[in-house]
């Protein structure tokens, strides 16, 4: 048997949950729609895809309106990443529910599937996504890929056919159908002014939906695409993935060990953010500082890179994966928040001087990440970055994301404001179908 085939029928034989799985995945629901409700205003390369994708259709668009669930889950999708402050798998540097999410919610409101057989799913897609990207004997960004949403594509998949009822076979089907739909190489690290950052998970959240409804069909595809010559596993690292990453399935539920962030910017730039907030608590200056330079390890050199760029962010997405910018912005103003990455902040000409001091060091597998610090008295000081909050999905609780989700919130359009209310009330609604209702119109 196929190692996709056998995957997809352990997983489709899963019906419920354990208390602390379905934990995690309702905190990842309301952390990730929060998330892309704020994106909705904020990123405005997220825009040309609601507006595309507008019609007559089943599914609801978080900007407002309807369309069938390939078209919703591109553009719900294009906001699920667009602020970089959905939750992550830090293990691999995973954003495991950022396909999954718009792809099944999509599919959910076409269904008519209760909220409980959305976030069975959705925990399953998740846990696959983090378990494909521990099964990689290497790293894909070696061969020149930008991996975590084609692996994201084939984990929502995968919960996309759990979510319809498919049969092993069609579950197969669903995720090479998928997978021929989308790809992304590691081009988008150098091209500072592209908005694939920001929108990349519509394209694979639109390939899971259309590649299980596909399947359902009756459409064929080929027969191991995780694992066969050619297949994800292969065009990643080079060989299939390693089984043992999926001993425990069913078992052991990754989404357990999701981080739900707290500063809208990538996760490798948060251990800068520490150090900032560490230094402004000390009372040290930020005028003090004659120069900073970062020994990282792969693949946070591309937090440095086009450092002009990073040093001075062009776009609010640009600076949310800049190290000079969040270590500056940290330092001189305090933790981030979705304002921070605003036009104005960005051009704070206080924080670019700072920023311009900002350089990287050293970048390779095995340092001890760390910041040289040369001070204007001739003052040096090596500091170890400091590790950043670590809010695990699986035990963490709704007050914990107070502030984040208040600033979400407050950036969100007001018809999805209920929506985001009643996923915070302690009584989870059946059907998401009535909140969903306003922003229909």
């Known amino acids: 048997m196929s190692l996709t085939r056998s995957l ?108 409980t057989d959305l976030l069975t799913s959705l925990a399953l897609a998740c846990d696959l996504t983090c378990r494909i990207s521990l099964s990689l004997p290497a790293d894909p960004a070696s061969r020149g890929w930008y991996h975590p949403p084609m692996i994201g594509c084939a984990g929502a998949a995968l919960g996309a056919a759990h979510l319809l009822g498919l049969s092993p076979d069609q579950a197969v089907a669903a995720v090479a159908l998928a997978l021929v739909q989308f790809s992304l190489t590691d081009a988008l690290k150098r091209s500072p002014a592209s908005d694939l950052r920001a929108v990349r998970d519509g394209f694979a959240a639109r390939a899971a ?36 990453a999926f001993d425990s399935l069913g078992h052991v539920f990754h989404g357990e060990e999701v981080t739900l962030k707290l ?97 990287m060091r050293d970048c390779a597998p095995g340092l001890t990440p760390a910041a040289h610090l040369r001070f204007t008295d001739g003052r040096e000081e090596i500091r170890p970055l400091p590790a950043p909050p670590v809010l695990p999905a699986g035990t963490a609780q709704l007050p914990d994301l107070g502030t984040k989700l208040s600033d979400c919130r407050a950036h969100a359009p007001a018809a999805a404001r209920p929506l985001l209310d009643a996923l915070a009330a302690e009584a989870l609604p059946e059907s998401l179908a009535p909140l969903l209702a306003p922003l229909r119109s």
């Not at 251990?271 to 560490?278: I, K, M, N």
């Open 8 to 115: 997809a029928a352990r997983v489709l034989a899963i019906h419920t949950l354990p208390p602390r799985a379905a934990h995690a995945a309702r905190l990842s629901l309301l952390d990730g729609l929060a998330t892309m409700a704020a994106a909705v205003t904020l990123e405005p390369a997220a825009r040309p895809f609601a507006n595309m994708a507008r019609g007559p259709g089943a599914a609801t668009l978080l900007a407002g309106g309807t369309a069938p669930p390939g078209l919703a889950a591109l553009a719900n999708g294009a906001l699920s990443h667009a602020l970089d402050f959905e939750d992550t798998f830090d293990a691999t540097g995973m954003h495991p529910n950022a396909v999954a999410l718009p792809a099944l919610l999509a599919l959910a409101e076409t269904e008519g599937a209760p909220l």
């Open 209 to 244: 939906v259309e590649g299980a409804l596909l399947a359902r069909a009756g459409v064929s595809g080929t027969l191991d695409p995780l694992a066969e010559a050619g297949g994800l596993g292969p065009l990643l690292a080079g060989s299939p993935p390693e089984a043992a």
């Open 263 to 359: 500063w809208p910017c990538c996760r490798g730039t948060h251990p800068a953010v520490a150090l900032g907030l560490a230094l402004r608590a000390e009372g040290i200056a930020p005028e003090t500082l004659a120069a900073a330079a970062f020994t990282l390890t792969p693949p946070d050199d591309m937090l440095f890179h086009p450092l002009a760029d990073r040093q001075r962010p062009s776009s609010a997405i640009g600076a949310k994966f800049s190290i000079p910018y969040t270590f500056a912005h940290a330092w001189r103003q305090g933790a981030p928040g979705l304002a921070t990455f605003a036009e104005g902040p960005r051009k704070d000409p206080e924080t670019l001087a700072l920023a311009a001091k900002t350089v």
